[in-house]
């Protein structure tokens, strides 16, 4: 349930506030990730990702890339109703295992199929150009070869190697390209098929509406034609992916070991290092030439204390801010018990509350005529750590020693929809 028009809907909308990425594309703060070695801010766009882990999503059994091929994808264990795409389940009678669905009561037996000693021979249509394909892919691997066979052979030949062969004073290159005459597979061409016409809807089927199969039915069994009986859909196995920075080639994003588990091994998300700043409050009417206030929060989450400021940034399709660059000195949330400062008097009209590591700010704006349709607030945040963040990369060996201790002053900017 959402409350898409209500006011208070827009405190934990994401997608009003959207940071830039080092590529140049914004994208809001849980979409993006931080690398700790090039101390940059990558989205999708600017990562890279590898599958992980293959598993089958109803028994969580991981399967190697090599098995996952040979299974084409597909778990040996679970099947999913061809009428319902619920899962199945296998019942016993006399020795002998039918599947059969909670949902639709849709059986294997509807299938004419004899019982089985046991759920793993189930059979499953296959495909009747299987054999073609097959040849296609022989061929195309042959052609690999040719292509490669030059590289190869520059890899593996030395520069006295190749004096030698110019000279050929005992004719070894002859005996060479010889060999290489015959390691060189045979290519013979694939017919290609003539053209046929597509198939037509059969006269008895016209007015008989009961049954055709339902596109869910197509798409999951696609080889099944409306005279056979449907059979039962062997479930397609996932991957769980990891995230790695396309500059360094370092892990952002991975799982902990475990198909079920949630948690991460390793997390290098923006919200991490990033302040996080979000709409305190719903904005009200804005009138041109009138000064409106843009309530806004930020917090640290961080495993050290920030030092920031925050500017107001002004250029061509962006609202003006009439407010001063602020600094602040945000706590981490493990030194969050502790006493937070109070607010200072020259800057008690733009602090409005501090609470642990969430300070809540004042901004005030002025729309003109050619941004009042379509409000924009740019800010540029600069920040720096008390060297916790520099420590945490050297234990993981991401920096030297020496650098260890040295603060890095980050900068993030970020624009704010005001509709």
Same mark, same amino acid.
């Given at each position: 349930?959402?409350?898409?028009?209500?006011?208070?809907?827009?405190?934990?909308?994401?997608?009003?506030?959207?940071?830039?990425?080092?590529?140049?594309?914004?994208?809001?703060?849980?979409?993006?990730?931080?690398?700790?070695?090039?101390?940059?801010?990558?989205?999708?766009?600017?990562?890279?990702?590898?599958?992980?882990?293959?598993?089958?999503?109803?028994?969580?059994?991981?399967?190697?890339?090599?098995?996952?091929?040979?299974?084409?994808?597909?778990?040996?264990?679970?099947?999913?109703?061809?009428?319902?795409?619920?899962?199945?389940?296998?019942?016993?009678?006399?020795?002998?295992?039918?599947?059969?669905?909670?949902?639709?009561?849709?059986?294997?037996?509807?299938?004419?199929?004899?019982?089985?000693?046991?759920?793993?021979?189930?059979?499953?249509?296959?495909?009747?150009?299987?054999?073609?394909?097959?040849?296609?892919?022989?061929?195309?691997?042959?052609?690999?070869?040719?292509?490669?066979?030059?590289?190869?052979?520059?890899?593996?030949?030395?520069?006295?190697?190749?004096?030698?062969?110019?000279?050929?004073?005992? @004719?070894?290159? %002859?005996?060479?390209?010889?060999?290489? *005459?015959? !390691?060189? $597979?045979?290519?013979?061409?694939? /017919?290609?098929? &003539?053209?046929?016409?597509?198939?037509?809807?059969?006269?008895?089927?016209?007015?008989?509406?009961?049954?055709?199969?339902?596109?869910?039915?197509?798409?999951?069994?696609?080889?099944?034609?409306?005279?056979?009986?449907?059979?039962?859909?062997?479930?397609?196995?996932?991957?769980?992916?990891?995230?790695?920075?396309?500059?360094?080639?370092?892990?952002?994003?991975?799982?902990?070991?475990?198909?079920?588990?949630?948690?991460?091994?390793?997390?290098?998300?923006?919200?991490?290092?990033?302040?996080?700043?979000?709409?305190?409050?719903?904005?009200?009417?804005?009138?041109?030439?009138?000064?409106?206030?843009?309530?806004?929060?930020?917090?640290?989450?961080?495993?050290?204390?920030?030092?920031?400021?925050?500017?107001?940034?002004?250029?061509? @399709?962006?609202? %003006?801010?009439?407010?001063?660059?602020? *600094?602040? !000195?945000? $706590?981490?949330?493990?030194?969050? /018990?502790?006493? &937070?400062?109070?607010?200072?008097?020259?800057?008690?009209?733009?602090?409005?509350?501090?609470?642990?590591?969430?300070?809540?700010?004042?901004?005030?704006?002025?729309?003109?005529?050619?941004?009042?349709?379509?409000?924009?607030?740019?800010?540029?945040?600069?920040?720096?750590?008390?060297?916790?963040?520099?420590?945490?990369?050297?234990?993981?060996?991401?920096?030297?020693?020496?650098?260890?201790?040295?603060?890095?002053?980050?900068?993030?900017?970020?624009?704010?929809?005001?509709?």
């Amino acid at each position: 349930f959402r409350l898409i028009n209500h006011p208070m809907s827009a405190l934990l909308q994401y997608n009003k506030i959207t940071y830039e990425c080092t590529c140049g594309k914004w994208r809001t703060l849980p979409d993006l990730f931080f690398c700790r070695q090039c101390f940059k801010i990558k989205c999708d766009d600017c990562s890279c990702r590898e599958i992980d882990v293959i598993f089958c999503p109803r028994c969580l059994e991981p399967s190697s890339p090599p098995d996952a091929r040979l299974k084409k994808h597909r778990c040996t264990n679970c099947n999913d109703c061809p009428n319902c795409a619920n899962v199945l389940s296998a019942r016993t009678e006399n020795e002998k295992c039918y599947l059969l669905c909670q949902h639709c009561r849709w059986s294997s037996r509807d299938a004419n199929q004899e019982d089985r000693d046991n759920i793993r021979s189930w059979p499953s249509k296959e495909n009747p150009f299987a054999n073609e394909l097959n040849e296609v892919t022989a061929y195309m691997k042959r052609l690999e070869k040719i292509e490669n066979a030059p590289k190869d052979l520059k890899k593996g030949k030395s520069k006295a190697w190749s004096a030698f062969h110019l000279k050929d004073k005992f @004719g070894v290159q %002859q005996m060479v390209e010889k060999r290489r *005459k015959q !390691l060189v $597979p045979e290519v013979n061409p694939i /017919d290609v098929h &003539a053209p046929t016409e597509a198939p037509t809807l059969e006269d008895e089927m016209k007015d008989r509406s009961d049954v055709l199969r339902p596109l869910d039915q197509v798409i999951m069994q696609p080889l099944t034609n409306l005279s056979e009986p449907l059979l039962p859909v062997k479930v397609a196995l996932q991957g769980r992916v990891l995230v790695r920075c396309d500059e360094c080639e370092r892990t952002l994003v991975k799982r902990d070991f475990g198909v079920a588990t949630y948690k991460f091994k390793i997390s290098s998300f923006a919200r991490e290092f990033v302040p996080d700043i979000r709409l305190s409050r719903p904005i009200g009417d804005l009138k041109v030439g009138q000064t409106s206030h843009v309530l806004l929060s930020i917090t640290n989450l961080s495993l050290s204390p920030l030092d920031l400021t925050l500017a107001p940034q002004s250029g061509e @399709g962006t609202i %003006q801010c009439s407010s001063d660059p602020i *600094k602040l !000195l945000l $706590p981490s949330p493990r030194s969050a /018990d502790s006493a &937070a400062p109070g607010v200072h008097a020259e800057q008690s009209d733009v602090i409005v509350f501090r609470q642990h590591n969430r300070v809540g700010l004042r901004l005030d704006v002025i729309p003109s005529e050619s941004d009042i349709s379509a409000p924009v607030l740019d800010l540029l945040i600069t920040y720096s750590q008390d060297g916790s963040f520099s420590l945490l990369a050297a234990s993981e060996k991401i920096l030297k020693p020496e650098e260890s201790g040295v603060d890095r002053i980050l900068s993030a900017r970020l624009r704010i929809d005001l509709n």
